[in-house]
């Protein structure tokens, strides 16, 4: 997945259940990073929040925004935090 990506999500089970989409802000291998990005996202307002993702033999930490009904009101969110 390219950062900033509009993407259907893909959280394991112990995320959030409902259909919908989100936008994926930014991958990085830095769990604190990430983490500190979200924190950023989520003090102006937003529902940012991150998941870990295995891939290519590492551990990658994304940081989402948003639990969106349609993938309009996910564009709208993604062309704001650009």
Known sequence: TIPGAVDEPTPPADEWADAGWT????????????E????????????AYTIKAPARGQIWHRVRVGRFATKAEAQTVEQRLK
């Open 36 to 47: 500190a990005i979200a924190a950023r996202l989520r003090s102006r307002g937003y529902d």
């Open 23 to 34: 936008v994926q802000v930014t991958v990085t291998t830095d769990p604190a990073g990430a």
